[in-house]
């Protein structure tokens, strides 16, 4: 074991021992992890995390409730400010960590990967990313985006892998066509270079309402990653109301994002990072996508999630409380 690891699980040891004797909530059955992916022999396992784990619907995985976004980890100042996030992450219990290929033309991947491999804790995380090109729903296209990831991430195998960002029922058709990328997608599951499979959409509920029809005529994927706020309860395409009863009723995994409208509702003063994450953590969600820019805000986002979700009365205050604030401007990633 390098000294740099051995050191970095030491401090990591310390922080769990920190956390638990501060009196936080009682500690969630160890994270079910991915499998090892060609990692030392004597690579020691990470702690159990200290944040509250919650089951990733039909996948049978237990996960803390806390996830990395890949977008802001590659809009970081430089690899050495994106790797101390990966350690400050892991540091409060995160084990899933989000990217994706058209981020930063591969950025976020390349300092992830190389992060997740110089800490040699592949084997105890799980790694997402996805496969964007809405120009190009091809096999083909998902093709060349998969061999791209994994060469960034430097893994061979990836534990949820999602067609990212479908926009409109068309575009998921294409997608899920004789050909298209999800075809690639579910292979490449039944291959065993993807364990989950998944599709990500947060311009309008049509589009993933129409992968969820795809999903019953028998393409079955695993988990999706929707917006969750509490702005999106009062809007006309809101996919709290539309989209997540039927993730429910099928035990699909939710992933939310955008739980602070990217960034927008605690900037313009409707409510507070701490209540957004709390009211998305209060409904039926696996975990929460969340693009933290620095150690501070990952450290402050874990002492939250780690505080009970707003139960139905306080979400029910808040959504009254904030009712005169909604409109499209506060998500601009909605189709208009």
Known sequence: MSASRREFLGKLAAAVAGVAGAGAASMPAPVQAAQ??????????????????????????????????????GAAADEKAARTLVETALEEGVRFFDSA???????????????IAS????????????????????????????AGSLERLRTDRLDLWQLHAVASPEDVDRAFAVGGA?????????????????????????????????????????????????IDAHTARSFQKQVLPALVERDLGVLAMKTNAGGALSKQAVCTVEEC??????????????????????RKNAATVRQPPL???????????????????????KAK
């Open 182 to 230: 999800m075809e690639y997608i579910l292979e490449q599951q039944a291959a065993g270079v993807v364990r989950c499979v998944g599709v990500t959409g947060h311009a309008d509920p049509a589009a993933n309402l129409r992968a969820l029809e795809h999903f019953d005529r028998g393409m079955r994927f695993d988990v999706m990653q929707l917006p969750i706020n509490p």
């Open 36 to 73: 090892p992916h060609g990692q030392p022999q004597d690579a020691a396992a990470l702690p159990p995390s200290t944040l509250p784990a919650r089951r990733l619907g039909r996948t049978g995985a237990t996960l803390p409730v806390l996830a990395l976004g890949g977008f802001h980890l």
């Open 277 to 298: 994450l709390r009211y998305a953590l209060g409904l039926p969600v696996a975990l929460v996508v969340s693009g933290m820019e620095t150690p501070e805000q990952v």
């Open 101 to 115: 290929e058209s981020y930063q033309d591969g950025r976020s991947e390349r300092w992830l990967g190389a992060a």
């Open 311 to 333: 139960d139905e009365a306080q979400r029910e205050g808040l959504l009254a409380r904030i009712a005169g604030r909604a409109g499209d401007d506060l998500e601009w990633y």
């Open 119 to 146: 800490l040699g804790v592949r084997k105890d995380v799980w790694l997402m990313t996805k496969t964007h090109s809405p120009a190009d729903r091809s096999a083909e296209s998902a093709r060349r985006h998969l």
